[in-house]
């Protein structure tokens, strides 16, 4: 069961960096390859390092970007959201919205 499962989450989904390289295949089209290096370089990892959920838990904490069990004090919702769209220099929809009714 736990081959099968970690087979079928790919790269650990928030576990790992799974979560980031599918948000920058779907907001930028990028490939695959191309959206593993562009995380991996905005973390300051290497590409092998997005799937080691050990590292990504480090790097997720130290940045503030979310992680499956937060722990009091830890990013969460769209303060993690906020931190992803900044950190990868995107657009995410709720931030945006966010951002916009705070303005008025």
Known sequence: MALTH???SGMGGMRAA???VARMQMTRGM???QAKEYVAAKLGVSVPDLTDP???????DDLQI???TPLPGCA???EAKFRIAELLDIDIACVRR???KVAK
């Open 76 to 78: 969460k919702g769209i």
């Open 18 to 20: 799974g979560d980031l």
């Open 66 to 68: 979310g992680a499956m």
């Open 54 to 60: 050990v590292i990504m838990t480090e790097v997720r």
């Open 6 to 8: 970690a087979h079928a």
């Open 31 to 33: 490939k695959i390859k």
């Open 98 to 100: 966010f951002k916009d």
